[in-house]
């Protein structure tokens, strides 16, 4: 959150405009919990780790 406060290669990777103010740091907390409780990001490790091993061989 701090760089994307004045790092403008961080707001064009999140899509924000240079004067869009930045989120609450709280999105992120909230978010993850609802991320991790839901298996969201296990299910999304999986297919990252079988993308891998489909391209290696």
């Known amino acids: 959150m701090e760089q994307m406060d004045y790092n403008l290669l961080f707001r064009w ?3 924000l ?3 869009a103010p930045i989120w ?3 999105v992120f907390s909230k978010n993850r919990e609802r991320l991790l409780v839901g298996g969201i990001a296990a299910r ?3 297919a990252i780790i079988r993308q891998g091993f489909q391209h290696s061989f």
């Open 17 to 19: 405009a240079m004067d």
């Open 13 to 15: 990777f999140v899509g």
């Open 44 to 46: 999304f490790l999986s």
């Open 24 to 26: 609450d740091v709280t």
